[in-house]
């Protein structure tokens, strides 16, 4: 069977990469690459995204047995990328999406040079400090921690050149944003050397 596509999407907290991956799942169609992560599960996980929920002990296990493409510990948590479930899914022909920050898809890019890199922006350091805020989830100490990290991820994203395509996410404006990504994913599988 033809070889699948790896896509890798990053971007700052609040910049709206967790909707965009969702909608890009059911479009293209594409599968989520499964995590395993030492935090505790959300409601909004049951919708789409695949996780193995562990202690922390389990993680160290995985780990120290190669079982991940990536790992990082982030805002106080371990993740990592499950290597097997992506190997198979790619050897099955399918498109496999990991929404990960700067740091994985920089180990990512190491293993899977001709995976396709996406970098979601805000469409200015304001607009994300609002995002940040209107979210209700973190208090003030928090919100402006995650803003320090997310111009450095910014900052990191666009010195990498790992990424093939940086796309600004407006307000009210997923439509716009997924359909630039659909025809950038259409035109790196044609021809991946154009990127």
């Not at 047995?65 to 992506?86: H, M």
């Not at 928090?142 to 307000?171: C, G, H, P, W």
Request: net charge negative; charged share 30%.
């Amino acid at each position: 069977m033809d070889t699948g596509l790896l896509i890798f999407v990053s971007g700052p907290s609040g910049v709206g990469k967790s909707t965009v991956c969702r909608r890009l799942a059911v479009e293209l169609p594409a599968e989520f690459a499964v995590s395993a992560t030492t935090r505790a599960g959300k409601p909004q996980d049951a919708f789409g995204k695949k996780y193995q929920f562990v202690e922390e002990p389990e993680f160290r296990r995985l780990l120290e047995n190669g079982a991940f493409l990536e790992y990082a510990y982030v805002f106080g948590n371990w993740y990592g990328t499950l290597k097997k479930p992506v190997e198979d899914g790619l050897a099955a022909g399918k498109i496999i999406l990991l929404e990960i920050d700067v740091q994985g898809a920089m180990q990512v890019h190491k293993l899977f040079p001709r995976a396709m890199g996406v970098f979601i922006l805000p469409p200015c350091e304001e607009d994300l400090l609002s995002r940040l805020r209107s979210r209700g989830r973190d208090d003030e100490a928090t919100i402006m921690r995650r803003f320090a990290e997310a111009q450095q991820e910014i900052r990191t994203a666009k010195a990498s050149e790992i990424y093939d395509l940086m796309v600004v996410n407006e307000d009210n404006g997923v439509d716009k944003t997924v359909e630039t990504i659909r025809k950038a994913i259409g035109k790196f599988k044609d021809d991946p050397t154009l990127f």
